[in-house]
């Protein structure tokens, strides 16, 4: 982990509790979660954007359900990959335009001799399968073997939940 | 079923949602629509889970937390009993169902990232199933946002 550790106070902590549900749905969202934390608005804004510039929050916005916008595959890709290429190919797949996280994970060997995961969203399986044959010509080689995991469910989709601390902290200051 | 007018603004709202006063009012004069139009259209992808999410993202990993990708081997005859159990975990951010035997896989989000051990530990003390560990070593790429 590089970097200085970095943490929340009291009050980013009460503001993103208030918001762990969505932003309000309404004209004035913010003003909606300052009442709700007792500061101004103008406090919460400076706050956010705050722990934006610090990248506490990744991003503000939706995270879309993939399979109601009919991206109804999701094919976990994943590739045992020579240790000394990874690096470098990783990236190479990660900047492909269908991929949506590429990451290097641990191999838990002799049953998953994987190390590089990405993942590819798509309409059906076969246009999965057609993007994940432009990874197999990109890692050539250096790839000893692979697999597809493709997704048939959702069970679970909440995001980061902050845990009792925040809760306590927000109930204090309601 | 949505519009093209709801996939522009699934397009247009899936990051920097405007930090201002009346942030709907100016994103609706960005894809030229009413801001009253915006806030129902956003009101009902919500409702009916288009959108699942809306607000601010957190990254762990700056604040001393963190991320970790698990699977388990779930059979059969066990399957309903661990994902009642796996998603009534507060730290599981997300899991789904996929064809391996490998078949069950989700990641916990916490906020002290010596917790992760501890979280895994309890999952499989509690479903009797094996949890594998698939920390992040290194990030190629990240961008969740799709065309709409």
Redesign the interface.
Known sequence: MSGRERSLDALDRAILEATQAGLPIVPEPYKAIAERVGVSEVEVLARLQAMLDRSVVRRIGFAPNHYKLGLTCNGMTVWDVDDEKVDALGEMVGALDFVTHCYRRPRHLPDWPYNLFAMAHGRTRAEVLEKRTRIVELLGAACRSSDILFSTEILKKTGMRLARRAREEASCSD | M?DETD?HI?NA?????P???????IKARELGID?DDL?SR??R??A??????????????????G?C?CAMAVPQDKWATA?DI??AQ?????????????N???VL???DRDEIANVARRIEATTGLAV???????????????S?
């Open positions: 949505i996939r699934v709202l899936q990051d920097e949602f930090l201002a006063s009346r942030p709907f009012a801001e806030i956003v009101a992808l919500r009916s889970g288009v959108v699942t999410r809306f607000g601010p993202f957190l990254n762990a990993e700056n604040f001393g937390g991320f990708l994902v796996v998603n507060p730290e599981v951010a997300h899991n789904y169902r996929r064809e391996h035997r490998l069950m896989w989700f989000a916490v906020e594998l560990l698939f920390p992040k070593e290194r990030e190629y790429f990240l961008d969740m946002r799709v709409a």
